[in-house]
């Protein structure tokens, strides 16, 4: 999957747009990293975050 | 007659005197002589036959082929290269086929971590879980056709959507002219 148009801020701004405000999105993280972690992993990467700020994230 | 001992022998093919007494012992190369006190000598025929073993030893021939060769008519030699040359052919396909194998393995590796799949289910349960409903999760679909056409396309496929889904998808997420 090439990814070129989707980046961490503009997701974040999605997110912000449909009214998910910043404790639903770590929440959002948290779920996403409990249930399914490589999917997470593989989530950040496809958003090109780097490797130190995926761990940080994933460690929430 | 000039004669040569082990030692000499040793030095001059770079080999260790064990090797040449290993080669004695299963009649490879015997010394033609021996000195008074019983060690072994060597002739120049000698020698002219330890320069034909190395240059075998070099193709790889084993030694065994190598002794049947020192004994037969050098017309042989033509013949034993070949069958030597035949199994370093099958080697060599041997080695290509472990490297297709490899190969495979790794891109089959690199593949799996491409496409770890985040599944529809996988995404609607998470967004669920964070608090999104139904229609939150239209808007967001709505927001991301708005924003990022493209990379909404990407994402939808990303997770394994039909195309026909995904293009109803995005059709439903367009705002209505």
Redesign the interface.
């Given at each position: 999957?090439?990814?070129?148009?989707?980046n961490k801020e503009?997701w974040v701004?999605?997110?912000k747009?449909?009214?998910?405000d910043e404790a639903?999105?770590i929440?959002?993280h948290k779920?996403?990293e409990t249930?399914?972690p490589?999917?997470h992993?593989?989530?950040l990467e496809?958003l090109n975050i780097g490797e130190s700020e995926i761990r940080q994230i994933r460690t929430m | 007659m000039q004669m040569f001992t082990i030692g000499q022998l040793a030095r001059r093919y770079s080999l260790s005197r064990s090797t040449l007494i290993y080669y004695d012992s299963i009649g490879v190369l015997k010394p033609s002589g021996r000195s008074e006190s019983n060690y072994r000598l060597y002739s120049e025929d000698d020698l002219k036959k330890m320069d034909r073993i190395q240059l075998y030893r070099s193709t790889g021939l084993s030694l065994d082929s190598i002794e049947l060769l020192l004994k037969t008519q050098s017309s042989d030699l033509s013949s034993t290269l070949e069958g030597r040359l035949f199994a370093i052919n099958n080697e060599i396909e041997k080695l290509r086929d472990q490297q297709t194998v490899i190969l495979k393995i790794l891109e089959n590796e690199i593949l799996e971590k491409k496409t770890r799949v985040i599944t529809k289910d996988v995404w609607v349960s998470i967004l669920r879980a964070a608090g999104l409903d139904e229609s939150g999760m239209k808007n967001w679909h709505v927001e991301f056709e708005k924003n990022s056409p493209d990379a909404h396309q990407d994402f939808l496929e990303s997770i394994g959507i039909e195309k026909n889904e995904i293009a109803a998808i995005r059709e439903w997420s367009r705002p209505a002219i």
């Open positions: 999957m090439n990814n070129e148009a989707m503009k701004l999605l997110f747009e449909i009214g998910l639903t999105m929440r959002w779920e996403f249930r399914y490589e999917g992993q593989s989530f496809w | -």
